[in-house]
């Protein structure tokens, strides 16, 4: 929960699964549920604070503080959900250790309604403006061609036009059965990656104005046995950066003898250098803020 903080849901998860795929152990539909919108929460969190933080970059600061509240809403459903606005606590080898039962759901359903409708029209001002696309766009180019190179990941992929999406690609848990569409855009630059963004932001949405109110019944976390001998374990998930993967490896008593962490930050970082060239010195904090990179997730 603590390799990146931003992304405590996404790495417990992705924990979480390895422990289950080494020890056999079958999470209930319920609890698969519940991890799918915890996820959707931290992903709709980060890209809304993102959005505001490039509009503040590009001195466009009534969307700054707009989207920069509405990061606090989206925490605030973390913390509702799970005492912890990062979703600390909720993640555990065989499902979750807290539910959403029938006016918890109904009450996010209701906030998400509203919330999605002030984004419409904040995003709307932001990419509207003159002056910021001005700021954004053919800033920090990667092609399509030079991204693929570099293995990216997660929206700064996708703006560049790569259809990579763990969800989609290696569906696991809710993913099976609720698709959301890949979100691309073709230019690779710093718009485009505002735009991926966005519309991550509208379909995360979506998703969970559709699959709250029919979570599927049962328990919501189950017992694990002990994990195999000299077996390895690897879990992919979709971070709101991108793949974040896990690797697990037991010794010959069934304990970890290696474990090994990728975020997706490891993959994305050259980007960010290679978006960086010709540039002016001014353009950094767009093209930096467009990649919103984790120095502790990458230093692992």
């Not at 694990?224 to 974040?244: H, N, Q």
Request: net charge neutral; glycine share 10%.
């Amino acid at each position: 929960e603590s390799i990146a903080g931003d992304t405590a849901v996404g790495h417990s998860t992705a924990f979480c699964e390895v422990v289950e795929s080494l020890s056999g152990g079958m999470v209930p539909p319920r609890a698969q549920a519940i991890r799918a919108v915890a996820l959707e929460f931290e992903r709709l969190a980060n890209h809304v604070g993102d959005l505001g933080a490039l509009g503040a970059d590009a001195g466009f600061l009534p969307t700054s503080a707009y989207f920069g509240r509405m990061r606090g809403d989206y925490l605030n459903l973390l913390l509702t959900l799970t005492g912890n606005r990062f979703g600390k606590g909720l993640c555990r080898p065989g499902g979750v250790l807290f539910d959403i039962d029938a006016g918890m759901a109904e009450e996010f359903c209701r906030k998400l309604r509203h919330y999605k409708k002030e984004f419409e029209d904040v995003s709307e001002l932001l990419f509207s403006r003159p002056s910021v696309l001005a700021r954004f766009e053919g800033i920090g180019t990667i092609s399509p061609k030079s991204a693929q190179r570099l293995g990216m990941v997660g929206p700064a992929a996708r703006a560049s036009l790569l259809e990579r999406d763990v969800r989609i690609e290696y569906s696991s848990g809710m993913w099976q059965f609720y698709h959301v569409p890949v979100s691309l855009a073709a230019t690779g630059d710093v718009y485009a990656r505002a735009l991926v963004r966005r519309q991550e932001v509208m379909r995360s949405l979506e998703f969970l104005l559709k699959v709250l109110p029919s979570l599927p019944r049962g328990e919501v976390l189950t017992s694990v046995g002990p994990m195999k001998a000299d077996t390895l374990a690897v879990s992919l998930v979709e971070g709101w950066r991108g793949e974040i993967m896990h690797v697990g490896i037991t010794d010959s008593q069934g304990v970890f003898a290696r474990y090994k962490i990728k975020d997706p930050s490891f993959h994305n970082w050259p980007g960010l250098a290679l978006a960086m060239r010709g540039q002016e010195i001014s353009d950094f904090p767009l093209c930096n803020k467009s990649f919103n990179l984790s120095y502790c997730g990458h230093d692992l």
